[in-house]
Nanobody, 115 residues
Framework: QVQLVESGGGLVQPGGSLRLSCAAS????????MGWYRQAPGKQRELVAV???????NYADSVRGRFTASRDNAKNTVHLQMNSLHPEDTAVYYC?????????WGQGTQVTVSS
């Protein structure tokens, strides 16, 4: 089993920034990819950013240029730097790890963008 612990959510004004972090622990052998998803009220969970073990990072069109995902393979952590936040970025953000054919989710952290 892989456990994921997220941190860094909160309330921020439009145009502000937040940094999310996720630490993976447990039975870690080789993580194929790590990433972030989000789910807004009444909407489906959607991809925000995914980082492969090969160093490729893919972003949703809605966040490209504003969000930056990074990964520390040695520490099994992944971060999401979110700049120029919009009210529509309000959602619960989930860390995701894929390893040996299985996916693991964090508990989620709330991000609220509001004045």
């Amino acid at each position: 089993q892989v456990q994921l612990v997220e941190s860094g959510g909160g309330l921020v004004q439009p145009g502000g920034s937040l940094r999310l972090s996720c630490a993976a622990s447990g039975s870690i052998f080789r993580i194929d990819f790590m990433g972030w998803y989000r789910q807004a009220p009444g909407k489906q969970r959607e991809l925000v950013a995914v980082l492969t073990s090969g160093g490729t990072t893919n972003y949703a069109d809605s966040v490209r240029g504003r969000f930056t995902a990074s990964r520390d393979n040695a520490k099994n952590t992944v971060h999401l730097q979110m700049n120029s936040l919009h009210p529509e970025d309000t959602a619960v953000y989930y860390c995701y790890v894929h390893q040996l054919g299985r996916g693991y989710w964090g508990q989620g952290t709330q991000v609220t963008v509001s004045s």
